[in-house]
């Protein structure tokens, strides 16, 4: 059974940063690509940045791309999300998400970590 | 950056009523399409991927169509379990986007 348990979440100034880890299992971790989707309260999903499975190849949305980083550790299965310059408006529930074999869609979410950027 | 337009934001409806939410993107992008469906205080979960394959265990009365710019998810027969916010995403390119949501809610 695939399971992608998020942590690392919580309130920080803006300005600040904070480090959202993935820990994934049920499947062969450096196969997959991986990805994070937020989605600010009340509104819809917002994907953010994939990985792909070797770590190589990354990919951002314009609203994050030079504050955010995206990694893995292929050797203790986890996917990493760096976010500096955080802003009101990153303020959201971050995903975890694998994505399909050919790296397409998302076929598993974990159950998201809330991120609160506020002073 | 692919834009994606999703309708109706918000649809009233009774069970074993049909539905069709629609997506048009700005750009052609063949097949690669997949819908989403998210209960409240859930993480989304895979309906239909490839504009038309339904995701294993998903029920039968969930249908996509189209390819190119314009996209359907069809529900045949609504059940209680279908009240829902659903989302269409498009992975012919990066960066992924999503579709704004429409709401589905009891009338």
């Known amino acids: 059974e695939v399971q992608l348990v998020e942590s690392g979440g919580g309130l920080v100034q803006p300005g600040g940063s904070l480090r959202l880890s993935c820990a994934a299992s049920?499947?062969?971790?450096?196969?997959?690509?991986m990805s994070w989707v937020r989605q600010a309260p009340g509104k819809g999903l917002e994907w953010v940045s994939a990985i792909s499975g070797s770590g190589v190849s990354t990919y951002y949305a314009d609203s994050v791309k030079g504050r955010f980083t995206i990694s893995r550790d292929n050797s203790k299965n986890t996917l990493h999300l760096q976010m500096n310059s955080l802003r009101a408006e990153d303020t959201a529930v971050y995903y975890c998400?694998?994505?399909?074999?050919?790296?397409?869609?998302?076929?598993?979410w974990g159950q998201g970590t809330l991120v609160t950027v506020s002073s | 950056v692919i834009w994606m337009t999703q309708s109706p934001s918000l649809l009233s409806a009774s069970t074993g009523d049909r539905l069709t939410i629609s997506c048009r993107m700005s750009q052609g992008i063949s097949s690669y399409l997949a819908w989403y469906q998210q209960k409240p205080g859930k993480a989304p979960e895979l309906l239909i991927y490839a504009a038309s394959t339904l995701q294993s265990g998903v029920p039968s009365r969930f249908s996509g169509s189209g390819s190119g710019t314009d996209f359907t998810l069809t529900i045949s027969c609504l059940q209680s379990e279908d009240f829902a916010t659903y989302y269409c995403?498009?992975?012919?390119?990066?960066?992924?986007?999503f579709g704004q949501g429409t709401k589905v809610e009891i009338k």
């Open positions: 998400a694998k994505d399909s074999p050919n790296g397409d869609y998302v076929d598993y």
């Open positions: 995403q498009q992975y012919y390119s990066f960066p992924r986007t």
């Open positions: 049920g499947f062969t971790f450096s196969s997959y690509a």
